[in-house]
Every structure is written in C-alpha cells, then in structure tokens.
C-alpha cells in the first residue's frame, strides 16, 4: 500500500501551500501540550534491546516506487515561475538540520528556528533559502501526533518557506507502553497528498508536506537530493534488511542513480538520512548500512558530492577521501533536543582535524575536519552550477551574525575540497564610494 495521508476529521483543505503566519508572533515560553517523563517507556525499550527482541518497523511503500520523486516545483504548488527565478539568479540556498523536536520546553528550538528565520532578511535575493530539510527527529520521544504543535508547527511558525523532512528513529519509533502506528504523525504532517492543515497545526497555517513517503527524490535547482529513512532502531540505522522491511530502498536508491547516470545530470547529488555512517559521539557507526550504499554507488559509478545527517545531537564534520573523491559527510543533530558532548565529563576534547579511520584495503580515509558539541545550530548550503557549499551557524550568534562558524566547500566537476568562489553583494560598490568619499574629503 502506498504512504499517503487523506482528509480527516478536523483538517482543512487549502489547495496551495502555505509556510508562515501571516504576521510574526513571539516565541512561546512554554509548551502548549505537557509533555510527561518517558523513562518508564524507555526501560521497557531498554529491556527489549537486551533481549534482542526488537528490529525495524516496515513502513509503507511511497508513492511512485520504485524510485518516488518530488519537485520544488510541486512544493511550491507548481510556481512555475519562483523555480525559473532562483534558475536566473544562478544559485540555491536551503537550510538543513536534526533533531529538532524537544521534551523539555521551547526555549533552544526557538534559538535555531529564529537564527534560521534571520537568513531571510538578505540583501541579495539570491541568498535567501528556499526550504528548510530537516534530517529526522522532529517529533520526540515517539513522533505522537500530539506533541506536532509544540515541537514542529509552534517554532516554525514564521518560518516562511517549505520545511521537509527525513524519518528519524524517534519519528518511526513505538512506545511499548502505548497503542500507536509507526510514522503515524510523520506520514500525516510530511506525507500527505494535497495540501491540507492538519489538527496538529493547532489552528497554525502552515500546510503538510507532500513528500511521496519515508524515502525519495527531491529535485531543485542546482541540487537532487536522495532521501533515505533509515528506520526506528536506535542504533545501527538500518535501510534494508530482507526478514523485516525488505530491499525497496536499495532498488530505490539503484534506480535513482541510474537515472543521474542515464541523464547525465551534472548539478550537486547529496544523500539525506537521520543515521550518520560516520560518528565519534556514543552512537555507532552505520557500517552496514554504509556498505548498502556503497555497493550501488559503485555498481552504477555514481557518488554522492556529500552525505547529510543527524541523530548525534552536535554537529561534526567528516572528509572521506573514496579513490580521487573527497566527499563531506556532515552530522547536524543540535536543532534543539539536548546538545551532547562527544566526550564524557573529565575526558579529554577531542582536537580536530585528526584521522579517525585510516586508509585500508577496504576501507577510506575519514577524517574529522570540525565539530560543535556545546551549541545548538543548523546548516545553510549554497549550490550553483559548479560548486557545492555547506556552511555550518550556531544559533547563538544571533540574527546579526551572518559568518559561519565552519565551511566546506565542493567543486561538482572535479569532486575535490576548493576555496569558495565568493559571490559578489555589492560591498565592492559601496568600498568604492567609501574611498572616493574619503579623498573628497582630504583623508
């Protein structure tokens, strides 16, 4: 059966999407829904975990499988026009972050979602994002549709632009203390197929997304992301396994690169999932999970120009050096839920850069570049026709800060690390009148 979320009780049909209120309001304080301790779930899970009684969830096949497909176009409510703009002014701008959703009060989702909503205020219009991809966990502990307003709808709410989102594990996770549906919330408020308000805005205007399912291809200009769910475990993150969720990913993500094979497509291709293949916080690596992906990546010669996730909540920055390829692999867990140290209390900070995996005979180089473990943040990328840039902002820089804090940048024809190509705003203008000013006045 096909992932698809239809009209209920209490939604409203609207035919055209809709990102922010119509005017801003200020932050919540508190949460609108009390959120009780779910430590009694979380023994029972841990009791679980011990004696090996719990795998992946299925979930249902998206729209459009083998390989579902959505446009930016179609978010937009088929704008045909806002997609031939962003096309002319040369580059696309979106944001990207994880682990958003919070148990404990508004305060941090707020920080990162007004830091983000500042991006829009630009002097160039060609540098205000488009959409926002959240990379799992937007709703904890266990993506009930209740909590929706106050950890999804409430913090975005003068966010004005189409948020989207990949399936964290505690989006598709069950409490065994409760009678729920795995995804419920997710596939309702990201999955739809119109776009409707849904009782989880809370009388809030934003729309549900119409994303095809759990996995698929989104398509924008200058960019195609592959959107992989890599399930509800809390670790490893899993994306196929033949006894309990089957291969459609794998065929997924074979029939996805084909397709950039097969079309020659020559803009940045990034994978999007909730587990990072490489971390150095309490989770684990991925590594099977990995080794799924790279077998297809090398069987049709294609390669991501870099791999985005969550789920450790800070945000690092890995360099995998893969034959003459150089591939970022970015973690961005802090969009607001309990920023995580990478080591414990009285062990030493780790120094970056270092290698944390050397060069084997089946195995690449990984190198840790950069990391944050103390604020909370989110990623603001940049694609043009020749480079890829993903810029790393803490959220305590505030509005008036627009200098990232760390950088990468890719160069889509060779695949190697370059110095950013800055784009020209204008200041050489302004330089100019300053200094022509100043001889003017005798200086």
Same mark, same amino acid.
């Given at each position: 059966m096909a992932s698809r979320s239809t009209p209920r009780t209490g939604m409203r049909t609207i035919g055209s999407p809709v990102f922010a209120q119509p005017q801003p309001t200020p932050d919540p304080t508190v949460f609108r829904v009390a959120h009780p301790s779910d430590s009694p779930a979380y023994r029972a899970i841990d009791a679980l975990n011990k004696a090996h009684k719990l795998a992946p969830l299925p979930f249902p096949v998206p729209r459009g499988a083998p390989e579902p497909q959505l446009s930016l176009q179609e978010v937009f409510g088929g704008a045909?026009?806002?997609? %031939?703009?962003?096309?002319?002014?040369?580059?696309?701008?979106?944001? /990207? +972050? *994880? =682990?958003?959703?919070?148990?404990?009060?508004?305060?941090?989702?707020? %920080?990162?979602?007004?830091?983000?909503?500042?991006?829009? =205020? %630009?002097?160039d219009p060609a540098e205000i994002p488009q959409f926002n991809l959240l990379l799992g966990d937007v709703v904890y502990s266990f993506g009930e549709p209740n909590y929706y307003y106050d950890q999804f709808y409430e913090p975005y709410r003068d966010y004005p632009a189409p948020i989207l989102a990949v399936a964290g594990n505690h989006d598709g996770m069950i409490s065994p203390l409760a009678h729920a549906?795995?995804? %419920?919330?997710?596939?309702?408020?990201?999955?739809?197929?119109?776009?409707?308000?849904?009782?989880?805005? *809370? *009388?809030?205007?934003?729309? @549900?997304?119409?994303?095809?399912?759990?996995?698929?291809?989104? =398509?924008?200009?200058?960019?195609?992301?592959? @959107?992989? #769910?890599?399930?509800?475990?809390?670790?490893?993150?899993?994306?196929a396994d033949p006894k309990t969720i089957g291969t459609s990913q794998l065929d997924f993500l074979t029939a996805a690169l084909k397709r950039v094979k097969s079309e020659q497509y020559a803009g940045a291709l990034l994978i999007a999932d909730h587990h990072p293949p490489y971390t150095v916080s309490r989770h684990g690596w991925s590594v099977e999970m990995l080794k799924q992906i790279d077998r297809i990546c090398e069987s049709t010669s294609?390669?991501?120009? /870099?791999?985005?996730?969550?789920?450790?909540?800070? #945000?690092?920055?890995?360099?995998? +050096?893969?034959?003459?390829?150089?591939?970022? #692999?970015?973690?961005?867990?802090?969009?607001?839920?309990?920023?995580?140290?990478? +080591?414990?209390?009285?062990?030493? /900070?780790?120094?970056?850069?270092?290698v944390i995996q050397q060069a084997g005979t089946d195995v690449d180089l990984v190198v840790l570049e950069n990391y944050d473990d103390q604020n909370y943040g989110y990623l603001r990328i940049i694609v043009d026709s020749e480079q890829l840039r993903i810029e790393y902002h803490p959220a305590t820089d505030g509005a008036r800060t627009k200098t990232p804090d760390d950088s990468v940048t890719v160069d889509l024809k060779s695949r190697k690390l370059v110095h950013y190509v800055a784009n020209n705003l204008g200041w050489p203008k302004s330089a100019a009148k300053a200094r022509k000013l100043r001889t003017e006045q005798g200086h």
């Open positions: 045909k026009s806002t997609i %031939e703009t962003i096309t002319h002014r040369k580059q696309l701008v979106f944001h /990207a +972050t *994880g =682990d958003c959703g919070s148990t404990k009060g508004p305060q941090h989702q707020n %920080e990162v979602a007004d830091k983000m909503t500042s991006d829009f =205020d %630009e002097s549906k795995s995804l %419920e919330g997710y596939l309702r408020n990201f999955c739809a197929n119109g776009f409707y308000v849904t009782p989880e805005a *809370g *009388g809030l205007s934003r729309t @549900a997304q119409i994303q095809p399912g759990v996995f698929f291809t989104f =398509d924008a200009p200058f960019v195609r992301i592959l @959107a992989l #769910y890599s399930n509800a475990l809390e670790d490893p993150g899993t994306i294609v390669w991501p120009h /870099a791999f985005l996730s969550g789920h450790a909540h800070n #945000y690092q920055r890995f360099t995998r +050096t893969h034959a003459n390829m150089q591939i970022p #692999y970015l973690v961005c867990g802090n969009g607001g839920h309990n920023v995580q140290r990478l +080591t414990g209390h009285g062990v030493q /900070a780790l120094r970056a850069p270092q």
